[in-house]
């Protein structure tokens, strides 16, 4: 009796669970139908943080916090060259014009009498603060010597601009706020082929380098800015499920839409990550 009455109870647990499930995934599809004309406020940002993290200077000498800075500056193939303007137009007018493609009404902080205006759901997206690091890498190639008949392996550099995003979200007429933090990163293009060197005796991969331009900085821009977009919609999208759980179940999944096949998936590949 008393391993049948587990059995039960394990049934009940299950099913409450496979509920829980079902419910989550309704309030999904019900959010990809009305999200339409939701209001989403946009709060640019107007200074964008650039760093260089690939310096090199003499450690014997005692610098100044102003010179590693200009140092750092000089030594950048990428950051000293970049537009903030440029950069953060490409990526503000992506992210609005990704955010109506899916159906959302967005106002910039300018409009906001015509925001306030709008019955809620709304929401105010605040771009807090971007941020562009350079960066590299170094990567090894694995050869194989005949002479010493061993493997060794050669180094390279594989350069690297990354991006970090800081957004302060909050639904109107409430307190609360979330800060939401997303990094990403474009770098050199780097295709493997089979090296022979006849000379030395070595065989290996070789590599083949696609090297980064100043124009992909304002490609991934443009494309960073539609994935924020992506990933907010999934962010209002569980925020909406959590809300209106029924009483007593618990939140356990979270769903991604996506746009291309029109269907819902159970977990989130990417997401933004809370920091507050």
């Known amino acids: 009796m008393l391993f049948e009455f587990k059995i039960g109870i394990f049934g009940i647990s299950l099913l409450l669970l496979l509920g829980a499930c079902s419910t989550e995934r309704k309030l999904a599809r019900t959010f990809v139908k009305k999200h339409n004309g939701n209001g989403i406020m946009i709060v640019p940002v107007y200074d964008l943080l650039k760093d260089n993290l690939t310096i090199t200077y003499d450690t014997n000498i005692l610098y100044t916090t102003k010179q590693i800075d200009s140092i750092a500056w000089s030594q950048s193939n990428f950051i000293q060259h970049i537009s903030d303007s440029v950069f953060l137009t490409n990526f503000t007018n992506s992210l609005i014009n990704e955010l109506s493609s899916i159906g959302f009404d967005v106002y910039l902080d300018e409009t906001s009498d015509v925001y306030l205006s709008l019955p809620d759901p709304k929401w105010i997206v605040q771009l807090a603060q971007l941020q562009l690091d350079e960066d590299y890498r170094i990567k090894y190639n694995q050869k194989y010597s005949v002479e010493n008949n061993s493997i060794f392996y050669e180094g390279f550099r594989v350069n690297q601009v990354n991006l970090s995003s800081w957004l302060e979200v909050s639904r109107t007429n409430t307190a609360n706020k979330q800060v939401l933090f997303l990094e990403g990163y474009i770098q050199d293009d780097y295709h493997l082929g089979f090296d022979v060197d006849l000379m030395q005796g070595d065989f290996g991969m070789l590599g083949n380098r696609d090297s980064l331009e100043l124009q992909d900085v304002y ?34 999944e979270y769903f991604h839409y996506d746009f291309k096949s029109k269907s819902l998936q159970r977990g989130l590949k990417e997401r933004f990550d809370v920091v507050n």
């Open 219 to 252: 490609i991934m821009a443009q494309s960073s800015g539609k994935k924020h977009a992506e990933l907010l919609f999934d962010y209002f999208m569980n925020d909406y499920i959590r809300d209106n759980l029924p009483a007593g179940i618990i939140n356990r």
